[in-house]
């Protein structure tokens, strides 16, 4: 649905945002008129007491209020249910009721301060009961009016009066004149400045240098540009998410072709491999877990944790050398040797130091695994966002390896700021002159996944038999060329529908591309779909079939958007025409593909409930396709799906189970050989 339109600007929400916002209101002011009707009627009459007369006018003027008041509403109410999200029309006289409803916002304030008045004019000597009553009128009526206030201020949009100046003129949509253009220009330039305000507004906690007002600059850029080209509010996002999510469920619930079955039946060596590589994982997941310190041992240990810490770890105190950035009172290394198992003679080099690029990581010997690991800690800081959202592309060559590769920004950034501190400082040479023996092995979670599979590509020519294990890294990370060389020596642990492993700026043009079309071509009223959906989250059941207009269309016509979702789309971003007109186009787009780093496994519920608050559950792995990630999937599970206790949980269960197996196979074998 476009934006609203009142007072000559576009606001975010829509004509059709004010069915349970005002029905709520609408229970509450009936409630209240009764109430005050019934006061009223009980008193009639006996208004002699001082200040009676006043009250009486005060009663009667607050009904009549109250009644224009609730027909007011109702109305709106009414009206906003009409249309769909994409048919505005039977709406169309909703900006009048919306006047009339504001503009009874005037005398109800004065109405408001007056009755405040009256209750504190001490020579008013009524029943406590009336003056109670009052009281609970005036306060009714102030925290309605600070509420409507505050829904108004969330709903402003900076950029209405621009945006409803080129939304409402037809000609300025082809972009033709030199004056439309200079206006497109402008409006780019204001919203790339609202977003930067909003990003200074949420790190103003942190220190800011060049680098913060640089990475400021390039996420409001990617902010803008991918917000700017649709004219949706954010209810028909959580509409288009809700159905997204039960139409995959329904795709979900098919049976599949036996094809399809059969192409995840690996062969023995194949399933060996596997085998081994989840034990490895299991086992360097805890090192990946523990780089984020106590935040992540409290959080699984919520009862004992702080116990532990503070009996344990205290008399620990590593030298001053050993570690850089700030750990009070020990606790960040303490949780570390916790999680770890190890201890402090293990560790090379612990940091904490957190800056934009700069993020914490820890050098450490693994005797188990006769490995050097290298964990570097994943997102936990304002710093860490922004290096997250530092999406750009660059070119990442490597000598005598590959050209052109293109890799992530902020993540490989961050890589290179560790590779740094290991060869510059001496970190690894430092670490095999303990241990020459040892592999290296480097470990990371979530923003330090990613940034353990680019150090891993840089350290590759240097240490051949390095190993790297990403879980849960991001999606939009390596060129093709890059994750292909990287299937050598990384492997990428991916868990269920994680979010992270499936974010990349093409995955979110489709996933907005998806949201418009199903939003668009919807029959039913928002109102129905978000009650249904909500419904459907908490308690589950049936996919609802909602009819569309897409229903009964063929697949050649499937591919040309639809009026009502034309209507939806201001102009198209770079990265969305890249989407559509990619094979017609020799320009690259401005955010071009990006895949999961290395050999991918994707664990995956076996059987077990939808919902949050399943238990007992099972898992299977296997080995994937970058392709499988191409596409978001909606789910109540897709962010704790990407938390690394989840992720630990998940490979741990899969360890034992493989561990449960050749046990029994080792017993079954030993029992045929002792039989005659």
């Known amino acids: 649905m476009p934006g609203l339109v009142v007072f000559g600007r576009r606001w975010a929400i829509g004509s059709d945002d004010f069915v349970l916002p005002g029905a709520f209101e609408l229970f509450v002011r009936l409630v209240w008129w009764l109430g005050i009707l019934a006061l009223y009627a009980v008193h009639k009459g006996r208004f002699s007491c001082p200040g009676g007369a006043l009250l009486h006018s005060y009663l009667l003027v607050l009904i009549l209020l109250l009644a224009a008041v609730i027909c007011a509403l109702a109305a709106l109410v009414y009206i906003s249910m009409q249309g769909t999200i994409s048919n505005p029309g039977p709406r169309k006289s909703l900006p009048k009721l919306l006047y009339t409803r504001l503009f009874l916002y005037l005398p109800e304030f004065?109405?408001?301060?007056?009755?405040?008045?009256?209750?504190?004019?001490?020579?008013?000597?009524?029943?406590?009961?009336?003056?109670?009553?009052?009281?609970?009128?005036?306060?009714?009526?102030?925290?309605?009016?600070?509420?409507?206030?505050?829904?108004?201020?969330?709903?402003?949009?900076?950029?209405?009066?621009?945006?409803?100046?080129?939304?409402?003129?037809?000609?300025?949509?082809?972009?033709?004149?030199?004056?439309?253009?200079?206006?497109?220009?402008?409006?780019?330039?204001?919203?790339?400045?609202?977003?930067?305000?909003?990003?200074?507004?949420?790190?103003?906690?942190?220190?800011?240098?060049?680098?913060?007002?640089?990475?400021?600059?390039?996420?409001?850029?990617?902010?803008?540009?991918?917000?700017?080209?649709?004219?949706?509010?954010?209810?028909?996002?959580?509409?288009?998410?809700?159905?997204?999510?039960?139409?995959?469920d329904k795709m979900e619930s098919c049976p599949k072709e036996p094809e399809e079955v059969l192409c995840h039946s690996p062969s023995s060596l194949v399933a060996d491999d596997l085998d081994v590589e989840l034990e490895n994982a299991a086992h360097y997941m805890l090192f990946a877990a523990a780089a984020y310190g106590w935040p992540y041992y409290i959080y699984t240990n919520p009862f004992t944790a702080l116990c532990k810490l503070t009996g344990d770890c205290c008399g620990n105190r590593p030298t001053e050398s050993d570690i850089t950035g700030s750990d009070r009172h020990n606790i960040h290394f303490g949780s570390i040797l916790k999680i770890t198992g190890l201890q402090y003679r293990d560790f090379i080099h612990i940091s904490f130091h957190n800056k934009i690029y700069e993020i914490p990581f820890f050098v450490a010997l693994d005797h188990r695994k006769e490995a050097i690991v290298v964990a570097v800690r994943g997102t936990l800081s304002f710093e860490d966002i922004l290096t997250d959202l530092s999406a750009d592309c660059e070119d990442l060559t490597l000598e005598d390896v590959l050209e052109n590769g293109f890799v992530h920004k902020g993540i490989t950034q961050a890589a290179n700021y560790i590779y740094r501190k290991l060869i510059n400082d001496g970190i690894l040479n430092q670490a095999f002159t303990i241990a020459p023996e040892y592999k290296l092995v480097i470990v990371g979670h979530s923003l330090g996944g990613g940034t353990a599979s680019i150090l891993a590509i840089m350290l590759r020519n240097s240490f051949p038999t390095l190993r790297c294990y990403a879980f849960s890294p991001p999606g939009g990370l390596l060129s093709k060329s890059l994750a292909d060389y990287t299937k050598h020596f990384i492997v990428s642990v991916i868990l269920g529908k994680d979010l992270v492993a499936r974010l990349s700026m093409p995955n979110m043009e489709d996933l907005k591309r998806r949201i418009v079309r199903i939003v668009a071509n919807c029959n039913r009223p928002k109102y129905q779909i978000l009650l249904r959906g909500c419904w459907y989250e908490v308690f589950g059941g049936d996919p609802d079939n909602f009819p569309t207009e897409l229903d009964g269309r063929n697949q050649d016509a499937l591919t040309q958007p639809l009026l009502a979702e034309e209507s939806l789309m201001v102009h198209r971003s770079p990265s969305y025409n890249a989407l559509e007109d990619e094979s017609h186009s020799n320009s690259p787009p401005q955010y071009p593909h990006l895949y999961l780093p290395g050999k991918i496994i994707h664990i995956v519920e076996e059987s077990s409930s939808r919902r949050l608050c399943s238990s007992d559950i099972k898992y299977t792995a296997r080995w994937s396709s970058e392709t499988v990630f191409s596409s978001i999937l909606i789910s109540p599970k897709m962010i704790t799906d990407h938390m690394p206790d989840v992720v630990l949980k998940a490979l741990t269960s899969l360890s034992q189970e493989h561990g449960s197996c050749i046990s029994c196979q080792t017993r079954e074998c030993n029992t045929s050989v002792v039989q005659p």
């Open 110 to 248: 004065i109405w408001a301060v007056v009755g405040a008045v009256w209750v504190s004019d001490s020579s008013v000597q009524c029943e406590k009961t009336v003056i109670n009553v009052i009281i609970g009128t005036v306060i009714a009526s102030w925290v309605i009016i600070i509420f409507t206030i505050i829904g108004v201020l969330i709903v402003f949009d900076p950029l209405g009066g621009k945006k409803t100046f080129y939304l409402t003129d037809g000609v300025n949509r082809n972009l033709e004149s030199s004056q439309s253009g200079q206006l497109l220009y402008n409006v780019k330039s204001t919203a790339t400045r609202v977003w930067e305000k909003r990003i200074r507004l949420l790190c103003c906690c942190i220190v800011q240098d060049d680098d913060h007002r640089v990475a400021f600059t390039s996420i409001a850029e990617l902010f803008r540009t991918y917000f700017s080209d649709t004219d949706l509010v954010p209810s028909d996002i959580a509409a288009g998410l809700t159905l997204l999510h039960q139409e995959q």
